[in-house]
């Protein structure tokens, strides 16, 4: 049985709103909105039951869950282990941001553009010694890992903690690499959804990441200065095969009553955002979704590219899964253990999908242009393994890490570009299905690709 784990980093905190760096430091305190904003978490979270609720003993997290806690079934006890601890930035805390641009200029620029080599020079009884803050949060959060997980095998627990602690509980878990630490975003009260399928080093599923919808923010806001370019990219809605779990591929399934139903949602859910420009792959269920969506963007063009197309299953298309175990056991099993290998019979491989898709997406982003004065908003709407391969390319992740990677019918998932293609995006929040079923938790079918 999966192990279920909901992160949530703690409400706006008062150097929050003054924008002085926290680390470690346990001045900091919820703001009045920080504070109602834990009580919208309590409210999304309280239909689930917990077995444990973890949070970092900082004074910001602990409030946060205990603010959470009365809305939980069964009263889980909280627990405060140090590993929970924000990043340790000790000659920073304390300091308003625009102050540690200028006093550590340098350092401050490896912190943002190489973090995984950012380092502070700390002055000890013995001398000087070498700290990284980043490669040291990111080794604490495997340890949290390692210690938790066997205590709650086939459970759910609920982590409260800081931005910089949950980015590296996410990236240590998916095995996303330390440089890649500002590319996962963490609003105030944001929640993730982590899927563990067996223990620690067994596959794990991010099933999403960074909801804001229960705070009525239906999308994460761009972080402070950054402009660009944003990508909302969004699975089709249900089919028919989706929802018997038959395998579809490159044939041309339409969308059942269901997945036109969740399409409108996604449009309701998305119009009052603007939309500059839209793309879709060209088959009848994302091509129909989008057509759906812009009904509230009139004056938008839909583009059609075939590199979008789903995966190309071959003689497996039109087949239920039983089925294909019947002729291909070693194939399946070998596509549900390592999909990276296997080259479909008559289709596609998984590498076939990336060099297109990534192709594709990389277009799209070059053809759209990059401003630094205003945000520029881009629909995508394409189909489970062609998101997949693109949100692995985003994370910094290869084809073998698909299946970590839950993309359910009628999701949104929202990447920035503030820099275009020269710097890596941010993932701002994946796999939003809250306008689907109200819940924190994706419950579209889970179909075959």
């Known amino acids: 049985m999966a192990t279920r784990v909901i992160i949530v980093r703690h409400g706006q905190s008062s150097y929050n709103a003054l924008k002085m760096i926290q680390g470690r430091c346990d001045e900091s305190v919820l703001t009045e909105k920080g504070t109602a904003d834990a009580h919208q978490v309590g409210a999304a979270l309280s239909s689930l039951k917990f077995d444990a609720v973890y949070s970092s003993p900082l004074q910001r997290a602990k409030k946060t869950a205990e603010v959470i806690l009365p809305y939980l079934q069964g009263s889980p006890e909280l627990l405060t282990p140090a590993s929970l601890l924000e990043i340790d930035l000790p000659l920073w805390e304390k300091l308003h941001k625009e102050v540690v641009k200028d006093k550590f200029s340098e350092e401050y620029r490896c912190w943002k553009e190489r973090p995984h080599q950012f380092c502070i020079t700390l002055p000890t009884a013995e001398g000087t010694k070498e700290h990284f803050p980043v490669l040291a949060l990111y080794e604490q959060a495997k340890q949290f890992w390692q210690e938790i997980l066997p205590r709650h095998s086939g459970g759910t627990i609920l982590i409260v903690a800081h931005n910089g602690i949950n980015r590296c509980l996410l ?30 080093g067994e596959l794990v599923q991010l099933e999403s990441l960074n909801q804001t919808s229960h705070m009525r923010d239906a999308l994460p806001t761009p972080r402070e200065g950054n402009r660009g370019l944003r990508l909302l990219l969004v699975r089709h809605g249900e089919t028919e095969w989706n929802r018997v779990a038959r395998f579809q591929g490159g044939i041309d399934v339409p969308l059942n009553e269901n997945g036109r139903k969740q399409a409108q949602q996604a449009a309701e859910f998305l119009k009052d955002v603007p939309i500059d420009f839209a793309v879709s792959s060209p088959m009848l269920r994302p091509k129909e979704t989008a057509e759906l969506i812009l009904k509230n963007h009139p004056n938008i063009k839909l583009e059609l590219p075939e590199k979008l197309k789903e995966i190309n299953h071959g003689l497996w298309e039109g087949k239920l899964e039983s089925e294909i175990k019947q002729e291909y056991a070693d194939l399946l099993h070998q596509w549900q253990t390592a999909p990276e290998t296997v080259q479909m019979p008559e289709g596609e491989n998984l590498q076939q999908v990336w060099d297109r898709a990534i192709a594709c997406w990389d277009a799209i982003i070059e053809a759209a242009g990059v401003s630094d004065t205003e945000l520029k908003t881009g629909l995508v709407v394409a189909h489970d393994a062609i998101n997949k391969v693109i949100l692995c390319h985003v994370l910094g992740l290869s084809p073998a890490s698909i299946w970590s990677i839950k993309q359910g019918n009628g999701a949104v998932t929202v990447i920035d570009y503030p820099h275009g293609l020269k710097k890596p995006p941010i993932l701002q929040a994946m796999n939003i299905t809250t306008h689907l079923s109200g819940g924190v938790l994706d419950q579209t079918a889970a179909g075959a690709l």
């Open 171 to 200: 990236a240590s878990a998916l095995g996303i690499s330390p440089a890649l630490y500002h590319s996962i975003q963490q609003s105030n009260c944001g929640i993730n959804v982590l899927n563990f399928v067996g223990g620690w």
